[in-house]
């Protein structure tokens, strides 16, 4: 399995608090079946300040580490960016990463309040030729009430991850329904663990591989820790991907007129 969202970089952010929880991290991860884990620390400007320069220093660093203690943990980066005005030219100019180099980039909307202007800041990134990947949208507080955005997200372009511990009841009941529903409804690209430590926040992904697997079968459950993630470290154009199944309401399909983009690159 990949892991294309995980807090693995020692101090960097609120995860990995030093090299021997990232170790211990690593090795979990191991267990667990992940063999390619992306580090995608925060970007949140005033709180995490970090650019792509100190990030893939760190990884470069925290892989040898992982290789002289024989953990079979290969690493890329990335980000979990915050979605704020800034952060395009960022893409744009290389001071925030996207994942392993690719189109495809973490976006973080706010946790708690709707972020004003939402789907139009989505947007934005896939008209200037990137894959925007929602995290977590199943445990934001107001998605119950913008349900339809993230519909019309995806029917766009953009991608969603959903935490793997959410519908394993990790995140609490409403969660778990959110990121079934989602998953119900042809709206999930791809699984990631969003890990930040050993306990609350633990590197598992195959629990949520197993829930996905009895709402969506086995096939579509491994497109969304396997197959997907890595047409996402290999850049292809989300043309050249296994779509997610069409919504269960309508058939809709899953590929919106700003996704056609992608075709001509």
């Not at 290389?94 to 004003?116: D, K, N, Q």
């Amino acid at each position: 399995m990949i892991d294309l969202h995980c807090h693995l970089l020692p101090g960097i952010d609120d995860g990995a608090v030093d090299l021997a929880t990232s170790l211990a991290m690593a090795r979990l991860a191991v267990a667990d079946g992940i063999r390619t884990t992306a580090c995608t620390p925060h970007i949140y400007p005033g709180f995490y300040d970090n650019d792509s320069a100190g990030i893939r220093a760190r990884v470069a660093t925290l892989q040898r580490h992982l290789d002289h203690e024989g953990i079979a943990l290969a690493l890329t980066y990335g980000a979990d960016a915050h979605l704020t005005a800034e952060l395009l030219g960022r893409i744009r100019a290389g001071t925030a990463p996207t994942l392993a180099g690719s189109r495809y980039l973490l976006v973080e909307p706010s946790h708690t309040i709707a972020t004003p202007r939402f789907a139009e800041a989505v947007f934005q990134f896939v008209a200037a030729g990137y894959v925007p990947v929602i995290t977590h949208p199943e445990r934001l507080a107001w998605i119950a009430t913008h349900y339809d955005v993230f519909a019309g997200l995806v029917r766009g372009g953009a991608w969603m991850q959903l935490t793997a511990g959410s519908l394993a009841g990790r995140f609490g009941g409403s969660a778990q329904r959110a990121g079934q529903r989602m998953l119900g409804d042809g709206l999930v690209h791809i699984l990631a663990t969003d890990a930040h430590g050993l306990r609350q926040r633990p590197p598992l992904l195959a629990e949520g591989r197993r829930v996905a697997e009895r709402h969506l079968g086995a096939a579509e459950a491994q497109r969304l820790v396997a197959e997907r993630p890595q047409a996402i470290l290999d850049n292809l154009p989300p043309d050249a991907v296994e779509p997610v199944p069409a919504l269960s309401a309508g058939g809709a399909p899953r590929r919106g007129w700003l996704t056609r983009i992608f075709a001509r690159r």
